[in-house]
């Protein structure tokens, strides 16, 4: 999203991170831009039983963890390494610096956070269905619209496990799996060696 050069020079420092490690925690304060370079981020939080609900997961090139930068309140969820991850940091006064300093990237910005405002809009009305056939096949189509080639007309590798297309819609495993297996046999969806394509 922002150029490795322009945050650099910015003062931003690369760090690496192994899976399972937390980046920040829910209800603290942010302290730092973070933009991945390799690997994957969740955002997520706990119900009160336990039960984990992913915000989003977030890959190479993307920004997290913006929104509350903006307007100094907590975290509202976790942020946890997926895969060992390396990503660039740059503090909070440092990023607004460089926010006023290259309008492009605040434009960047903006676009990113516009962007993700777009999913919960259209992902909303969808998890509050309460056919899981809907959550999941609107959660695959809004991934794979947004992907680099939504046009091909090739199957799309839907890059999450069946656990996370539960966290991220709030159904269960065993209903995720169940209603994949219904969709192939209904021709939306296929499963090649147990990816799902859509």
């Known amino acids: 999203m922002i150029d490795v050069a322009t945050l650099i020079q910015s003062g931003a420092e690369q760090k690496n991170y192994p899976k399972g490690a937390v980046i920040f925690e829910a209800k603290t304060y942010p302290k730092f831009y973070y933009?991945?370079?390799?690997?994957?981020?969740?955002?997520?939080n706990y119900s009160e039983?336990?039960?984990?609900?992913?915000?989003n997961i977030f890959t190479a090139g993307q920004s997290f963890g913006e929104p509350p930068l903006f307007i100094d309140e907590p975290y509202p969820a976790n942020a946890i390494a997926l895969t060992a991850i390396t990503l660039f940091q740059i503090p909070k006064e440092q990023f607004f610096v460089m926010l006023?300093?290259?309008?492009?990237?605040?434009?960047?910005?903006?676009r990113s956070l516009a962007r993700r405002l777009f999913f919960k809009a259209?992902?909303?009305p969808?998890?509050?269905a309460k056919e899981p056939e809907k959550k999941l096949l609107a959660l695959m189509d809004y991934i794979k619209n947004h992907s680099e080639n939504p046009l091909d007309d090739t199957p799309?590798?839907?890059?999450m496990t069946r656990q996370q297309l539960a966290d991220l819609t709030g159904l269960r495993v065993e209903t995720v799996?169940?209603?994949?297996?219904?969709?192939?046999k209904e021709g939306k969806l296929q499963i090649i060696q147990r990816k799902?394509?859509?």
């Open 122 to 124: 259209v992902m909303a």
């Open 49 to 55: 039983s336990g039960k984990e609900f992913i915000q």
């Open 196 to 198: 799902i394509y859509r």
């Open 35 to 44: 933009q991945i370079v390799v690997g994957k981020v969740k955002m997520n």
């Open 126 to 128: 969808e998890i509050s």
């Open 156 to 159: 799309f590798l839907i890059p």
């Open 177 to 184: 799996i169940r209603t994949i297996k219904q969709l192939e």
């Open 100 to 110: 006023y300093q290259h309008p492009e990237v605040s434009i960047a910005v903006n």
